[in-house]
């Protein structure tokens, strides 16, 4: 990971992504899940962004980039 540096200054820029479907409802699993994974990962990979660590529950998305 880059780290940014300024004459007096370093730091990381790292961030933790929660989504969740409308209502908390327990849709993301099977197919889905793995469909999900793959259209994050894509929309990341475009835009440059390093993907540091994902997870999928049943009801949310958890992902640190």
């Known amino acids: 990971m880059d780290k940014n540096t300024l004459s007096h200054t370093t ?4 961030y933790h992504i929660v989504f ?5 409802r327990q849709v993301i699993y099977g197919n889905i899940k793995a469909d999900v994974a793959n259209i994050l990962s894509t929309l990341c990979k475009r835009k ?3 993907i540091i660590e994902a997870e999928c ?3 949310h998305i958890h992902m640190f980039v």
């Open 57 to 59: 529950c049943s009801d």
């Open 20 to 24: 969740a479907p409308k209502y908390r």
């Open 11 to 14: 730091w990381e820029c790292k």
């Open 48 to 50: 440059g962004v390093e």
